[in-house]
Structures are given as C-alpha cells and as structure tokens.
C-alpha cells in the first residue's frame, strides 16, 4: 500500500479549467475501465483511491473558477493544483488508459482528440517547467 497520503510533499502543478476539465474526463472514464474489465483486488482499489484524491484536489480550484462572474473567468486562467507523486503516478496511468482506449474505438468521438491534446499540454507543461515541490505542513 502507498504511503504518502499525510506526510508526502506536495508537487505543484498548474492547469487552466479546460485542462482540468480533461483530466477529469480521463480519471473517470479510467475508473470506469478499471471497475469493468479488473477484478476486484487491492491494487485496483488503491489506484481508484490516488485518483480520487487527486480529484478532490483540483475540484475546488476549478468550482471556484467556474463560481466567478463571466466577465471576471480567464479561460488561460492557471489554477493551482497540488498532489503527491503516488496521485501523480495514478493520473499517468490514467492518461495513458485514456488515450489507448480512445485509439481502440473504431471512430472516436471528436471529443477525445480535444480531451488527449488538453492532456498533453498540461503534462508537458509540467515535464518541460518542473514547479517545486512543497513538504506537507507539520501538526
């Protein structure tokens, strides 16, 4: 089991609301994948569990961008998203389940090419730019 849900440093991460919008598609198409074609077992469950995390991360700086007045939203609006590399890790398997399974449908919805190149730009953001990562606030 992962351990790093307290005491792991937090990497910061940047996305604007269309990226995160995406990888919200992805984490939950990739959940659905999993539930439907693994059996149940401990390593699927804690991989659910890191994308969950990961998810309750960035909602609430994308429900708080979404709850601004229209004229006051940047849609290139960078929001701050925090996670640790277990939840990172989740997300890449997530990414890459994404775009296989999008590629093994014979006619992809237009929506996943939108979906896979929002993915892209925020991964490679943050391969090119490397934020710092932040140690976990002590009690």
């Known amino acids: 089991m992962i351990d790093d849900k307290q005491q792991s440093p937090l990497f910061m991460l940047y996305g604007k609301p269309c990226e995160l919008i995406a990888i919200e598609i992805a984490i939950t198409t990739y959940i659905r994948l999993l539930k439907r074609t693994l059996p149940p077992s401990s390593e699927r469950t804690e991989v659910i569990m890191m994308l969950q995390l990961f998810r309750k991360r960035y909602e609430e700086p994308l429900r708080h961008w979404e709850t601004k007045a229209p004229e006051r939203k940047e849609e290139d609006a960078l929001l701050l998203v925090q996670a640790t590399k277990s ?53």
Do not use: T
């Open 87 to 139: 939840e990172l890790l989740a997300f890449g398997s997530a990414v890459i389940g994404y775009i296989a399974l999008s590629n093994a449908v014979v006619e992809p919805y237009p929506i996943c090419s939108e979906v896979i190149g929002h993915l892209v730009r925020f991964q490679k953001r943050h391969l090119e730019n490397p934020q710092p990562v932040i140690a976990p606030l002590q009690d």
